[in-house]
């Protein structure tokens, strides 16, 4: 079955970029659209944004101006950036694949923003 | 943007007990909605989505209902490993939302 396996940095200084991947494996790259979703801490879901295999994004409204997700299907990734991070960007950044409801997902990557 | 609420935030059950779960969305997902689990430390797990069909793995004691703005989940029997929060989530509309989530506890 598919499988998803994320990487990135986790700490980060206020201003700067998170950029995280996820690795698709197990499965049809195609068949997907490939999201990014974050949870804060003690805290409930959000999406960010979600890619498919042609590269049409859509973004959450209240991200949109600082997010890119791009996808290179050559290597089966997709990736997050988010620029201009503060620490109202510190969450567990999770990475999925759905068509609507999302399975699978990835393992989380813990970021803290923090001077 | 669609909100999502769940009820109640948390919810202490005994082992073998009846648990009752609901969402409430602010506007109609038609059948559009799925729940997930999450352990402490775990991503989430999707249980069941188009309302009521059951993923790949979920053992029959979950099922969901409803339709519209008003969803159950329900869990038939409640077993150890099904102490955790669970979400909703609606794919009706653009941005996809989830609600905020309903813990369920041992009493």
């Known amino acids: 079955q598919v499988q998803l396996q994320q990487w990135g940095a986790g700490l980060l200084k206020p201003s700067e970029t998170l950029s995280l991947t996820c690795g698709v494996s197990?499965?049809?790259?195609?068949?997907?659209?490939w999201i990014w979703i974050r949870q804060p801490p003690g805290k409930g879901l959000e999406w960010i944004g979600e890619i498919n295999y042609s590269g049409d994004s859509k973004y959450h409204p209240s991200l949109e101006s600082r997010v890119i997700i791009s996808v290179d299907t050559s290597k089966n990734e997709f990736s997050l950036r988010l620029t201009s991070v503060t620490a109202a960007d510190t969450a567990v950044y999770y990475c999925?694949?759905?068509?609507?409801?999302?399975?699978?997902w990835g393992q989380g990557t813990r970021v803290i923003v923090s001077s | 943007e669609i909100v999502m609420t769940q009820f109640p935030a948390s919810l202490s059950v005994s082992p073998g007990e009846r648990a009752t779960l609901s969402c409430r969305a602010s506007q109609s997902v038609t059948n559009n909605l799925a729940w997930y689990q999450q352990k402490p430390g775990q991503a989430p797990r999707l249980l069941i989505n188009g309302t009521s069909t059951r993923a790949t793995g979920t053992p029959p004691r979950f099922s969901g209902s409803g339709s519209g703005t008003e969803f159950t989940l329900t869990i038939s029997s409640l077993q150890s490993e099904d102490f955790a929060v669970y979400y909703c989530q609606q794919y009706n509309s653009w941005p996809r939302t989830f609600g905020g989530g309903t813990t369920v506890e041992i009493k």
């Open positions: 197990g499965g049809s790259f195609s068949g997907f659209h």
């Open positions: 999925a694949g759905g068509l609507g409801w999302l399975d699978p």
